[in-house]
């Protein structure tokens, strides 16, 4: 069956992405089908990050996506590949997407007329709660990626049982930047690793340094992988460097924040990594 596709206008998407199970790769492969039948005139940057690389190019089968290979190991290395594929975008607005979520195709394309025509903001969220989507609702998004599945879910206070309030507020998951604001407050901090904190610490960061990051009231869509809670994990990075780095940019000096910031924005000035790419 045809379906009409939503114009990105030459939008540049960086994922960044780990195949850390098989769930998060049944998930990569849902999300970029669901790109693929939604969207036309963009780029993704698959930002992979692993000791081998696992993204198969005959599974995807779409051209519009470019392959960046960077090898590592330890903690997934989320930041630091999201500063690549800014590097690689030339639009003028990039899109953040993570490996498991999925926008309201209307708040999407929202987010890119708002950027693109207007100058009310310089990061925008295509959403607020983030909505945790497992089961057979989940499978027949996987069979056929159409975000008409999750109509149900605009009320998070009236979710059906494959469904579950993840985070009643998230930064990450889905962001729209200007490339230039990104660039000018430094990105995401590379020093960062893991999960947890480092979405946080580039919100404090960049509203405290003036960028105006607004959100939409509507829910994002979370494909499920490991728990349905994020309770035990968020406990768990509890002191740890990155939300400790999280904290200190809410509360440093400005003066200090700014010199920060400045440091960081040297990544955007010279080639600072090595990748494969096709």
Not at 107 to 127: H, I, K, N, R, T
Request: proline share 5%.
């Amino acid at each position: 069956m045809s379906q009409f596709r939503h114009s990105l206008r030459e939008l540049d998407i960086v994922i960044p992405y780990r195949e850390a199970s098989d769930e998060r790769r049944e998930n990569l492969y849902a999300v970029l089908a669901h790109l693929a039948l939604t969207y036309s005139d963009y780029r993704i940057w698959l930002i992979e990050a692993d000791e081998t690389p696992k993204f198969e190019w005959s599974r995807a089968g779409d051209s519009h996506i470019r392959h960046v290979f960077v090898p590592h190991r330890g903690a997934f290395p989320k930041a630091a590949l999201c500063n690549i594929g800014a590097k690689l975008a030339t639009s003028p607005v990039i899109c953040f997407h993570d490996a498991d979520s999925i926008g309201n195709p209307m708040q999407m394309m929202s987010c890119v007329a708002s950027m693109l025509d207007g100058d009310e903001s310089e990061v925008l969220c295509p959403y607020s709660k983030v909505v945790n989507v497992t089961g057979a609702l989940k499978q027949s998004f996987v069979q056929l990626p159409r975000f008409d599945w999750f109509a149900q879910l605009l009320d998070p206070a009236n979710l059906p049982p494959d469904a579950q309030l993840l985070y009643l507020g998230a930064n990450g998951g889905i962001v729209f930047f200007r490339r230039d604001a990104y660039a000018r407050v430094g990105g995401y901090n590379a020093q960062l690793e893991g999960w947890g904190g480092e979405d946080d610490e580039l919100f404090s960061r960049a509203t405290r340094l003036g960028l105006r990051w607004h959100s939409f009231l509507v829910p994002l869509i979370h494909l499920h992988h490991d728990v349905s809670s994020r309770e035990p994990a968020i406990a768990a990075t509890r002191g740890s460097k990155n939300v400790m780095a999280a904290e200190a940019a809410r509360t440093m000096p400005l003066v200090e924040l700014e010199e920060m910031a400045t440091r960081l924005s040297e990544n955007f000035r010279a080639p600072t990594f090595q990748a494969r790419t096709k």
